[in-house]
């Protein structure tokens, strides 16, 4: 079972790696999983405080969309500046997507 498990786990490592790194150069607060699909980021690095006002507004002004992280917590203040990002992606929609995080400034 290794062997058919082994090239999926690098290929994650790979993107999860590649948009972590993505959003550091973008100024985020990036929090590396140890497991999972997802990256969570800090919007309070890049002076951005309501991280659920800023998901609903990023589709129409990049084409991009994350997840508050407020939204999985009993007091949504507690994670305000924090989002979610998926990293089971092909690498040339996660080089697109940084890409467009960071020439819109976030």
């Known amino acids: ?5 082994a090239p ?5 490592h790979a993107c999860r790696d590649r948009l972590c790194a993505g959003l ?10 140890e497991g999972g699909y997802f990256v969570n980021a800090d919007l309070a690095t890049v002076g951005v405080a ?9 589709p129409a002004r990049v084409g ?8 999985f917590y009993a007091d949504p ?5 924090l989002v979610r ?3 089971c992606k092909r690498p040339e929609v ?13």
């Open 50 to 58: 309501d991280a659920a006002a800023w998901c609903r507004a990023l």
């Open 85 to 87: 990002l998926a990293f």
């Open 1 to 5: 079972a290794e062997r058919h498990v």
């Open 24 to 33: 550091g150069t973008a100024g985020f607060g990036v929090c590396v999983p």
């Open 77 to 81: 203040d507690a994670g305000r500046s």
């Open 64 to 71: 991009v969309v994350a997840i508050p992280t407020s939204a």
């Open 8 to 12: 999926l786990r690098r290929s994650l």
């Open 94 to 106: 996660i080089d697109e997507a940084v890409g467009r995080l960071v020439a819109t400034g976030r």
